[in-house]
Every structure is written in structure tokens, then in C-alpha cells.
């Protein structure tokens, strides 16, 4: 008995500890694995509209890249209307000093955006000739949710206009 407790007790001790986020190379993206549904908003030529967005991430490539998918749907009377579907693919730079992403649209469109962590989440900016500058913010906040709001900016970042907004809660993980 005395040593199935002496193996116990080593075999603890040789478990690596929970990385916190803003210690993992790939930030708070390793917490967030499973299924997230929630509200958002966002601007469109149209206007205004709400949907239901959808986010899927899955940790790949034992962990060194993370995979999102997120689809936002519009519900017209009994059917949904898929309004933004992309998909992502966020890991480690070459020299391992920051995180690189790829994003990919459903219109044909990809784009490498500079992505920063942060402490909770991350960000995430661009510049589009059309627009001028966008920039992404996410937070997991104190209740677990993915917050996550979208601007631009046509004056070099001077002011800057919501165009986005979205919280979800995590499904399954």
C-alpha cells in the first residue's frame, strides 16, 4: 500500500501544471476548444442586422495551430440566410515570437492579419483599401463568454467606428 501512494504521489508530480493563458504560445485560443453560439450584430450596405453567430475551434497539429470556423446566419421568416462563413488557422510565427493567422471567406477572399495576445484574448487588425483600418478586440471575460468587437477607421486610426459586435457563450467544448 505504502508504495501505490509513493507511485501516486510522483506520478502527480510529473504531471506538467495547466499553462495559463497568456503563457501558452498560442494564448487564450488553447482554452477555447469546443462550440460557441451566441448574438451579433454587424453593419452592413443594408444596414443594421442581427444573427446568430456560430464559432467552432478546434485545437490541430498537437497544438501548435488553432482552427476556427464561424458562421453567422440570418433568420428570414422559417429559414437561415448564411451571412458570414470563414475559417482561420492561427499559430506561431517562424522565430516564435508572436502568432501568425490566415483567414479565408466564403466569397474567395483570404487575408494575413496582424494578431496580437493579450492577457484574455487577443486582436487583430488589417488594412483595407475600401475601408481604411479594421481592427478586431476579443475577450473571454469573468463569465467565460467570447466578446469580440469589430471598427474601423478612415483617418489613420484617429477615430474609430463599431461595426460588429458579437458575445457568445461556449456548447460544448
Known amino acids: 500500500m505504502r508504495s501505490l501512494l509513493l507511485l501516486a504521489s ?4 510529473a504531471l506538467p501544471a495547466p499553462v495559463p493563458a ?6 487564450v485560443f488553447h482554452t477555447m476548444e469546443g462550440e460557441w453560439e451566441g448574438e451579433a450584430w454587424m453593419l452592413r450596405p443594408e444596414g443594421r442586422i442581427t444573427v446568430t453567430q456560430r464559432e467552432w475551434v478546434m485545437m490541430e497539429a498537437g497544438g501548435k495551430a488553432a482552427a476556427v470556423r464561424g458562421i453567422g446566419v440570418l433568420c428570414q421568416g422559417d429559414r437561415e440566410v448564411v451571412v458570414h462563413h470563414a475559417f482561420a488557422v492561427i499559430h506561431q510565427n517562424r522565430e516564435r515570437t508572436g502568432l501568425m493567422m490566415r483567414a479565408i471567406t466564403a466569397e474567395g ?3 494575413d492579419p496582424e494578431i496580437v495576445g493579450t492577457a484574455k484574448g487577443y486582436t487583430w487588425k488589417m488594412r483595407d483599401e475600401r475601408i481604411g483600418d479594421i481592427k478586431y478586440e476579443m475577450t473571454v471575460d469573468d463569465q467565460g463568454r467570447w466578446i469580440e468587437n469589430g471598427f474601423f477607421s478612415r483617418d489613420g486610426g484617429h477615430t474609430w467606428n463599431q461595426f460588429l459586435g458579437m458575445t457568445l457563450t461556449r456548447k460544448t467544448k
Open 10 to 13: 510522483l506520478v502527480t508530480v
Open 22 to 27: 497568456q503563457d501558452h504560445p498560442l494564448g
Open 109 to 111: 477572399h483570404w487575408l
